[in-house]
Each structure stands twice: as structure tokens, then as C-alpha cells.
């Protein structure tokens, strides 16, 4: 089943951008890649969605930042979505890490890149800036360090498991490393969006929120320990947009880790209903004939607004982005 992300955002104005799906042959996998705007246009942008996305989710916010004058390239990360592996329970956060690092050495050419990240796509984004140093910018919405107790305690769907959870999941080896377990009974998806509709339709993807991923990928990436350290992180410049409302993953505990980053940084909030943003961003009726409850662009426009309004900032590391009209 194909669930319909975009009945929650409102689309850009205008005609439809441009869009395409590709392949990339990686190690022993297939990676889909969803491509949206002009290939011609003067940024690109890559953006990883986190572990309730993938493409298809993500397309709708891809839409708006293709609209403010980037190429938005975003893989479906091994597990997710259509991309094809041929040993689904032996993918590890590791596999996550050297893709999106190869994936922006293959995107970057003579043009400013911002990467992107959503969600826990937000750690991957700064590892795949830090490990590549070809980021003009990296923007995010949160940054969740598993070492950190806190972080723990909310990305599991009880604070007690998430206190446990390492110290188990490292008694964890062999063939109990490969048991594929649903998403939802380790990770607290009740709370990826304040909307009970889109929570439903998350959770309904099986190539998404709704998806399995083996004990040893959790395993993988409680045990996560970065390559190069905020404080030597020097790369572009940073931009944070939480989500000022989100339930799941609140701004307290992406500050510490992002208060250390050594690069120029801002941290914006975005006024917001939940970690996945939901049909309280949008303004007026969306497709579908649904209304939104409340008003306010999507988080994806703001993002890109953001992006746009701190452009000038960019300019003395050669960025040269480009400001909206």
C-alpha cells in the first residue's frame, strides 16, 4: 500500500516540480533515490529522512525546497523504503553512515550542497558533513546523541526501556542480532506527529513507521560513537529548526550536543505540532479536500526559508546561496 504523505502538506503554489525516481548500485543493494526540482538548479540538496520516513515521506517537504531553487536528492536508507537489500536483517546503523557519506561524495559537484536531516536523519547529516567536509550548510531538526541518557530515555516508547535498552541490547549477539522486530516496539511512534491521522498513516508503511528493523541495527546505533566530535566540527555553517511542540524528540535534548558544534550555528524554532510535521502546518485545504486545523507554512517551507534568510551568513565560507524572492 502506497500511503499518501502529501494529504498532510499543503503543495507549493504553482505547477508541480519535477521529480524521478533513480537507482544507485551500492555494495550489494540497490538504493532508491527520489529526485525532485531541476537538475540545473543553482543548490543542491540532500536530505535523509529519519526512522519513522523515508522517501515517499519526505517528498512532500522535498517539494517546497525544490520551489525556493534546489535539487533535493533523497535516498531511502537500507531498510526503508524501495530501496533492495539482499540480507535485510544484517543491516546496521553502520550500513546507514557509509551510505549517506558515499551518497554526498557522489552528489557534490561545482555547487553549493546543504544537506539536511530529519529526525534521527539529523546525526546522519552532520556525520556525512564532518566525514566529507562539502557542505556549504547542514540543517536539521534535531541532533539525538544516543550517548546521552536523555536521548535515550525518548526514543524508546517507555523512558525505562530506553535506560535499558543499551546494556540489552549488548547481551544481544549471533542469530538473536538478526531477529527483525517492529519499529513500533522499541521506538515511542505514538508521537512522531501530534495528528492521530498521520501517526496512522506512519505506522501503516510498512516501508516506513510502520517497518521492522533487526535488534542488531538498534544495537548498532545505541552503541554510535561519532568519528569527529561537535566541538571539531567545522564544516559549513548549521542551522537547528526544531519542532517547538514535538513530544517525542523536545528541543532540551538536541541543545547539548548542538551547543558544542565548533562551526557558526542558529538555532531557530520552528512553531510546529510534532517531530513528522502535520496538517496543523498547513494553511487552508490541502489535497484531498481535507482543512487544516491550524495555520502556518509547512516545516519544510520554513526550513527552506530559513535556509534562504540565513543565506547571507554563508557567504563568507563561498557558499554563495541563493535568497528566496
Given at each position: 500500500?502506497?500511503?499518501?504523505y502529501g494529504t498532510?502538506?499543503?503543495?507549493?503554489?504553482?505547477?508541480?516540480?519535477?521529480?524521478?525516481?533513480?537507482?544507485?548500485?551500492?555494495?550489494?543493494?540497490?538504493?532508491?533515490?527520489?529526485?525532485?526540482?531541476?537538475?540545473?538548479?543553482?543548490?543542491?540538496?540532500?536530505?535523509?529522512?529519519?526512522?519513522?520516513?523515508?522517501?515517499?515521506?519526505?517528498?512532500?517537504?522535498?517539494?517546497?525546497?525544490?520551489?525556493?531553487?534546489?535539487?533535493?536528492?533523497?535516498?531511502?536508507?537500507?531498510?526503508?523504503?524501495?530501496?533492495?537489500s539482499p540480507d535485510?536483517?544484517?543491516?546496521?546503523?553502520?550500513?546507514?553512515?557509509?551510505?549517506?557519506?558515499?551518497?554526498?561524495?557522489?552528489?557534490?559537484?561545482?555547487?553549493?550542497?546543504?544537506?539536511?536531516?530529519?529526525?534521527?536523519?539529523?546525526?546522519?547529516?552532520?556525520?556525512?558533513?564532518?566525514?566529507?567536509?562539502?557542505?556549504?550548510?547542514?540543517?536539521?531538526?534535531?541532533?539525538?546523541?544516543?550517548?546521552?541518557?536523555?536521548?535515550?530515555?525518548?526514543?524508546?516508547?517507555?523512558?525505562?526501556?530506553?535506560?535499558?535498552?543499551?546494556?540489552?541490547?549488548?547481551?544481544?549477539?549471533?542469530?538473536?542480532?538478526?531477529?527483525?522486530?517492529?519499529?513500533?516496539?522499541?521506538?515511542?511512534?505514538?508521537h512522531i506527529s501530534?495528528?492521530?491521522?498521520?501517526?496512522?498513516?506512519?505506522?501503516?508503511?510498512?516501508?516506513?513507521?510502520?517497518?521492522?528493523?533487526?535488534?542488531?541495527?538498534?544495537?548498532?546505533?545505541?552503541?554510535?560513537?561519532?568519528?569527529?566530535?561537535?566541538?571539531?566540527?567545522?564544516?559549513?555553517?548549521?542551522?537547528?529548526?526544531?519542532?517547538?511542540?514535538?513530544?517525542?524528540?523536545?528541543?532540551?535534548?538536541?541543545?547539548?550536543?548542538?551547543?558544542?558544534?565548533?562551526?557558526?550555528?542558529?538555532?531557530?524554532?520552528?512553531?510546529?505540532?510534532?517531530?513528522?510535521?502535520?496538517?496543523?502546518?498547513?494553511?487552508?485545504?490541502?489535497?484531498?479536500?481535507?482543512?487544516?486545523?491550524?495555520?502556518?507554512?509547512?516545516?519544510?517551507?520554513?526550513?527552506?526559508?530559513?535556509?534562504?534568510?540565513?543565506?547571507?551568513?554563508?557567504?563568507?565560507?563561498?557558499?554563495?546561496?541563493?535568497?528566496?524572492?
Amino acid at each position: 500500500m502506497t500511503s499518501n504523505y502529501g494529504t498532510f502538506v499543503q503543495r507549493p503554489a504553482g505547477p508541480a516540480e519535477t521529480s524521478e525516481s533513480t537507482w544507485l548500485r551500492w555494495r550489494d543493494m540497490d538504493v532508491h533515490v527520489a529526485r525532485i526540482g531541476e537538475p540545473g538548479a543553482p543548490v543542491r540538496l540532500v536530505l535523509f529522512h529519519g526512522a519513522g520516513g523515508n522517501a515517499a515521506a519526505m517528498r512532500p517537504f522535498a517539494e517546497h525546497l525544490a520551489g525556493l531553487g534546489t535539487y533535493v536528492s533523497v535516498p531511502d536508507l537500507p531498510g526503508y523504503g524501495l530501496t533492495r537489500s539482499p540480507d535485510p536483517a544484517g543491516i546496521r546503523y553502520g550500513h546507514w553512515q557509509q551510505l549517506a557519506q558515499d551518497f554526498v561524495l557522489t552528489e557534490a559537484d561545482d555547487r553549493p550542497l546543504v544537506l539536511m536531516g530529519a529526525s534521527m536523519g539529523g546525526l546522519l547529516a552532520f556525520e556525512a558533513a564532518a566525514a566529507t567536509s562539502l557542505a556549504a550548510a547542514l540543517v536539521v531538526t534535531c541532533l539525538l546523541d544516543p550517548r546521552d541518557d536523555r536521548v535515550r530515555a525518548r526514543l524508546t516508547w517507555h523512558p525505562g526501556l530506553g535506560r535499558v535498552a543499551g546494556p540489552a541490547l549488548r547481551l544481544l549477539a549471533g542469530p538473536l542480532a538478526r531477529v527483525r522486530v517492529p519499529i513500533r516496539w522499541l521506538a515511542d511512534m505514538r508521537h512522531i506527529s501530534n495528528d492521530p491521522a498521520l501517526v496512522r498513516t506512519v505506522l501503516r508503511d510498512a516501508r516506513g513507521g510502520g517497518g521492522s528493523m533487526s535488534l542488531g541495527w538498534m544495537r548498532s546505533f545505541m552503541e554510535w560513537q561519532p568519528d569527529v566530535e561537535p566541538e571539531d566540527f567545522s564544516t559549513g555553517r548549521v542551522l537547528m529548526v526544531h519542532p517547538a511542540e514535538d513530544r517525542w524528540t523536545p528541543p532540551e535534548i538536541s541543545g547539548p550536543f548542538f551547543e558544542r558544534i565548533a562551526a557558526p550555528k542558529q538555532n531557530r524554532d520552528a512553531r510546529e505540532r510534532g517531530a513528522f510535521s502535520d496538517r496543523a502546518t498547513r494553511a487552508g485545504p490541502a489535497r484531498g479536500g481535507r482543512r487544516a486545523t491550524g495555520g502556518g507554512p509547512s516545516v519544510a517551507l520554513r526550513f527552506g526559508r530559513e535556509v534562504s534568510a540565513a543565506s547571507a551568513t554563508f557567504r563568507d565560507c563561498g557558499a554563495g546561496l541563493r535568497a528566496s524572492p
